[in-house]
T-cell receptor, first 119, second 111 residues
Framework: ETGVTQSPTHLIKTRGQQVTLRCSSQSGHNTVSWYQQALGQGPQFIFQYYREEENGRGNFPPRFSGLQFPNYSSELNVNALELDDSALYLC??????????????????FGPGTRLLVL | AQTVTQSQPEMSVQEAETVTLSCTYDTSESDYYLFWYKQPPSRQMILVIRQEAYKQQNATENRFSVNFQKAAKSFSLKISDSQLGDAAMYFCAYNTDKLIFGTGTRLQVFP
């Protein structure tokens, strides 16, 4: 058990719809990262939130957006769903230290994921 | 750009035997972390072991150990006394501010 939860576990949407995925981080962790894992692939970094602000983004279009809340919860929103968005979405929480302007991130702990199918 | 390469798509091992999974990475950074994660069929990503790049000593966690060669940018995972429950996808990952994963190695364990 990592103490990181995600909801829902499974979701089916149709192309063009919007979806919101939720994550609850470990207590005390100030950073949440989201990853997309297509079948047979390694996870790909979508973005990271640190203290409720975006702190880095991977090669994903703006229709992927997120929010982080003070109560250790966070959301991943995807607009205008496409068939290729079908994947496992993983969130990971961690503690990020900023020392002399540089970020030092401790181990990321993953939730069980949300499986999204876009038809 | 940082990259992580796992050159073994599949490996197999007999129960109680030892197996080594390979990983190489490319980076210009001097301080970073390396991880091995295990992903069973449930697809929950589970941390197996972590190595800080500034530490010369190889990390060990019970039956799991790594061979970290910083100059060669190599980070292999050794699983000793393999168990049926070790069967899973294993991902090597590099971390500074985000995790960069390799493509994974599927490990099968035969009784």
């Amino acid at each position: 058990e990592t103490g990181v939860t995600q909801s829902p576990t499974h979701l089916i949407k149709t192309r063009g719809q919007q979806v919101t995925l939720r994550c609850s981080s470990q207590s005390g962790h100030n950073t949440v990262s989201w990853y997309q894992q297509a079948l047979g692939q390694g996870p790909q970094f979508i973005f990271q939130y640190y203290r409720e602000e975006e702190n880095g983004r991977g090669n994903f279009p703006p229709r992927f957006s997120g929010l982080q809340f003070p109560n250790y919860s966070s959301e991943l929103n995807v607009n205008a769903l496409e068939l290729d968005d079908s994947a496992l979405y993983l969130c990971a929480s961690s503690l990020l230290w900023v020392v002399r302007g540089e970020g030092i991130q401790e181990t990321q702990y993953f939730g069980p994921g949300t499986r999204l199918l876009v038809l | 750009a940082q990259t992580v390469t796992q050159s073994q798509p599949e490996m197999s091992v007999q129960e109680a035997e030892t197996v080594t999974l390979s990983c190489t990475y490319d980076t210009s950074e001097s301080d970073y972390y390396l991880f091995w994660y295990k992903q069973p069929p449930s697809r929950q990503m589970i941390l197996v072991i972590r190595q800080e790049a500034y530490k010369q000593q190889n990390a060990t966690e019970n039956r799991f150990s790594v061979n970290f060669q910083k100059a060669a940018k190599s980070f292999s995972l050794k699983i000793s006394d393999s168990q049926l429950g070790d069967a899973a996808m294993y991902f090597c990952a590099y971390n500074t501010d985000k995790l960069i994963f390799g493509t994974g190695t599927r490990l099968q364990v035969f009784p």
